[in-house]
Structure formats: C-alpha cells, structure tokens
C-alpha cells in the first residue's frame, strides 16, 4: 500500500519539520506494510516566503544569522531527514490513501498564497482522510464558502482538526462533530528528533538558560524576562528566531537540537504554537505570548490543560503541576493515534 501526506512540509519553521515528519514516522512504524511519502507539491509564494524568511533585514548580523540557518536547515532536510525537493507541479493522485495535515492547509486566506483548490482535495478521487487539520486564523462564514471548498471537503473519510475554530468550521460543512486530535509531534519521537546526538552536545554551558523560541513579545514582556533572568542568573537564549536583546542567538539548528535544547533549558518562553506543545511534551516549566495570528491554535491546547495562568504577563516561580492532567494528556493521545489508526483499517 501506497500513502502520501499532503502538507507545507518543506519549511525553515522547526515546529513544522517536527509536526510533518513526526506523522510520516508514526505511519511507518504503525504500518509496516505501506510506504508513505511527502507529496512534492507546495505553491510558489510558499515556497519563495520561505526562501526569504528573516533575510530581509538590515542588520548585518542578523543576515549573517539567517543566511546560515537557511543553509543548515536546507542540508539537514536533503541529508538528514531525507525530505523530497519541493515542486510548483501538482502530483499525479496515484497513491492508495492521502494524508492531508497537519498545518494551516485549509486557511483559505493565509497571507502567502491565498487558496489553493489542492490542500482541500480538488482532483483527488482516492481515498483521503485529514488528520488534525487547521484553518489557523481564519475568519470564515459558511455562507459566503464557495461550493468548491464545501464538496471537496465533504469527500474526505474521515477528519480530524487541531483547534476549536477549524472545529467549528468543518462541523459547519458537514454537520459532523470531528474529533479535535492532538498535534503528530506528541504521537512519537522520531530518532532523527529525539534530541540525541546533537551537535551542541558538547556545548559549554557557563549558566542555565531560558530558552526563547519566537518574535511575538512586547517592549513590557522583554523588560520582564531580562529581570527575571538576571534575578535567576539565568542566560537568555534565543534559538531559531533572532532577538537583540538575548545575551545569545543561535539560529543554525535543526529540529534534533532544538528538542536538545528544550529539554537542557531551565525554563522555556515562546510566543510559538510548537514551543508550547513541545515543552509540555518534554514537560518543561514554560510561558507563553500570545501572537494574535497563532491565538487560535493555541487556545484549544491551554484550556484543556488549565495552562491560561502560563501568559508571560503572569512571570513568576511556579511550577507547572504536570501531575494533576497526566491522565488526561495521555488518554487523548491514544485517543488520537487510534483514531488515526482506524481510518488506515476501515
């Protein structure tokens, strides 16, 4: 059996590499019988964007930076995570089941292409499922949906969704209720991710260090972290994204040793969708910002786990109490993988 994942996999954000190959694992080990492949496919803009990101900046270290992370994630994916070369051409649909998700593919209106009839299942008349699918930000009404989005949507087997705004969207078309799954990068650990044999294993730590993962944070909220890790005479550490106010940037690392860093980190601080699901993963004490863009995505996960007291604006010495939802983080797991699973069985 032949199956293809259709999502933005080929991406410079750490979280996304993470989340794409973390589902093409799970169906690898899951399923000894089928081979399982990154569709080629990603619109131009996407790609171009991506290419782009963080270069276009003035400051010359930052360039520096952002040039040297391009060029380290780009070899990590061709000749670590052995990941296809993106193409501006649509595949053939020649495969036995499609995989769409995990990722914004159903923001119709996302800032870098816009639609795309492809991500919705136009064309495909194989089997598809969609597994903890987002439509991100997007302010939708039903009513004004083209009848395009509607019936190809409504010729996938099952769905599955990440957040309450694409919940509501998909019950809104179907008049189904679909299971809103976890994220795939808490289905597994791949060995590529693991955090093992990082580079900067052998990284001289002077201090421990609050790990920063994003760009989203207020003039207020950057005063409040400096005092707190000056109070705690912690380093403040900036990995992917640059920070001019950290005491160091390191942007040439790939998603092996970003997982390495979360979990050598002291405490962890982001204004990121995966910075807050990969810390509580490796159950790290964190806070978050919250960007607007990625409100959506991330509301779902802190009210089901009463992690609202976790805003940066609430800074303080106490302790995540990972105990007390360890039942319940582990239950919709399996719930997930399940029923990921049996769409693969039925």
């Known amino acids: 059996m032949r199956a293809g994942i259709i999502t933005f996999y080929w ?22 019988n089928i081979k399982v492949d990154f569709e080629k496919y990603l619109p131009k803009d996407l790609v171009l964007r991506e290419n782009k990101s963080q270069l276009n900046t003035k400051n010359p270290i930052k360039w520096i930076k952002a040039k040297k ?11 670590v995570a052995k990941m296809p070369l993106p193409s501006f051409e649509k595949n053939e649909f020649n495969k036995d089941l499609y995989i769409y998700g995990s990722d914004e593919i159903w923001n119709y209106d996302n800032p870098f ?14 089997i598809k499922i969609a597994y903890a699918v987002s439509i991100g930000n997007l302010k939708f009404n039903i009513n004004n949906l083209s009848e395009k989005i509607k019936n190809n949507i409504l010729s996938f087997k099952n769905i599955t969704v990440r957040d309450k705004n694409t919940f509501d969207f998909v019950t809104s078309i179907t008049k189904k209720t679909p299971y809103i799954a976890c994220d795939p990068s808490l289905l597994i650990s791949p060995e590529i991710i693991s955090g093992k044999n990082s580079k900067y294993e052998s990284y001289h730590f002077k201090k421990e260090f609050i790990l ?16 707190y890790a000056k109070l705690n005479n912690l380093i403040i ?9 950290a005491d160091k940037n390191l942007l040439d690392i790939d998603p092996n040793d970003f997982i390495f860093f979360i979990q050598k980190s002291k405490k962890v601080i982001t204004s990121m969708f995966h910075g807050i699901i990969l810390s509580y993963k490796n159950k790290k004490n964190f806070w978050f910002s919250k960007d607007p863009y990625r409100e959506n995505k991330i509301n779902f996960f802190l009210n089901k786990f009463d992690l609202n007291d976790r805003n940066l604006n609430l800074l303080n010495e106490k302790d995540i109490n ?25």
């Open 69 to 79: 992370k391009k060029s380290y994630i780009e070899k990590w994916k061709i000749n």
């Open 237 to 245: 550490l900036s990995l992917s994204y640059y920070n001019i106010w």
């Open 322 to 346: 990972y105990e007390a939802n360890e039942n319940q983080f582990n239950d919709w797991i399996e719930e997930s993988k399940n029923n990921l699973v049996k769409d693969f069985k039925k």
């Open 11 to 32: 991406s410079k954000n750490l979280g996304a590499l993470i989340q794409a190959l973390s589902l093409k694992n799970f169906i690898e080990i899951e399923f000894s």
């Open 212 to 227: 920063i993962y994003g760009t989203y944070f207020s003039s207020k909220e950057i005063i409040e972290i400096k005092k």
């Open 113 to 126: 292409f816009k639609f795309d009839e492809y991500f919705f299942g136009d064309k495909n008349l194989n």
